[in-house]
């Protein structure tokens, strides 16, 4: 599912880029080029001029939006935090598909792409279950790096990865904020930003095939079907799926796609190995590990280039 997302990403991020256009002068007959506006629909604006390197403002506003969230946390206002999320969620669906209406010729494709964003956004939070939940995932994160791409330049998106694979390893290793905001959000909310992986051992593998086979072809008693199963969860958060999107779109709109598939079979790379060298029950900070594949994957491509 994370390279799909990533996928989904630089087609989201490209519908909202600025288009290239060859015009045929009347007057003298030469061809001349002219740039279109990329446009964000819903009233968000992308800069007119190039991406800003404003990186402080940027920090403070991931600052804030995890400082709010832990206050809120605290005093556990949960309908506050899921009408947050829905908001967020609804918007960065909505932009998603927006961006794939462009291509259809349906009219006003932003009303029509609130009309499916809504009510999933409203499932997703306030009834949530696992395809809902990972089917509005694949969008999610395309919709919102489409937001903060075209506010970035390869040079702070570079610091802003290495800085976030930072706070990442504090957050897991050493406070343990992480976990506990991943708890919070599981347990009190039943909602999680990020993908969720079930995996079952192979003793309840094969209880879960004896069932099977033993009430094949028969009615299975209601007993049975709400049997429960203890299954391990493997987490990605959010924002290990998210910033590979950013750093990938903003070095496709810089240097073109090229760069952009070695970020995002870098941060494929990178993820893998994590994967790789972990331990069951114990909690590991993604990003570290997924930055260090970005970086290399972009090594490789300067080597190649």
Do not use: C
Request: charged share 15%; proline share 6%.
């Amino acid at each position: 599912m994370f390279i799909v997302t990533q996928f989904i990403g630089l087609f989201v991020v490209n519908a909202y880029a600025p288009q290239s256009l060859t015009i045929i002068n009347p007057e003298t007959g030469e061809q001349e080029l002219f740039m279109t506006e990329g446009s964000l629909p819903f009233g968000l604006q992308a800069p007119q001029d190039e991406p800003t390197p404003d990186f402080l403002s940027i920090i403070f506003a991931f600052a804030l939006a995890f400082a709010l969230i832990f206050i809120l946390m605290k005093y556990k206002w949960r309908i506050v935090i899921r009408l947050w999320f829905f908001l967020v969620v609804a918007l960065a669906l909505g932009i998603s598909f927006n961006a794939i209406l462009k291509y259809t010729p349906l009219m006003n494709i932003a009303i029509v792409a609130m009309a499916i964003a809504i009510p999933l956004a409203f499932i997703k939070i306030f009834h949530p279950n696992a395809y809902t939940h990972n089917l509005t995932e694949l969008l999610i994160y395309p919709g919102i790096a489409a937001v903060f791409v075209p506010i970035l330049t390869w040079k702070t998106v570079i610091v802003l990865l290495i800085l976030i694979s930072i706070y990442d390893a504090w957050a897991v290793w050493k406070s343990g904020v992480m976990q506990k905001m991943a708890k919070f959000q599981m347990e009190e909310l039943k909602i999680f930003g990020g993908f969720l992986i079930p995996s079952a051992s192979k003793k309840v593998k094969a209880q879960i095939a004896k069932i099977k086979q033993k009430y094949k072809g028969k009615k299975m008693p209601a007993k049975i079907k709400k049997k429960k199963f203890k299954v391990s969860l493997a987490i990605l958060g959010g924002g290990d799926v998210i910033f590979p999107i950013i750093t990938a779109g903003v070095f496709m709109q810089a240097f073109g796609i090229i760069p952009a598939l070695f970020v995002i079979f870098g941060a494929l790379a990178g993820l893998s190995f994590l994967f790789f060298i972990t331990k069951k029950g114990k909690a590991y900070p993604a990003m570290p590990y997924i930055t260090t594949g970005i970086f290399l994957g972009l090594l490789i491509w300067k080597l190649l280039i």
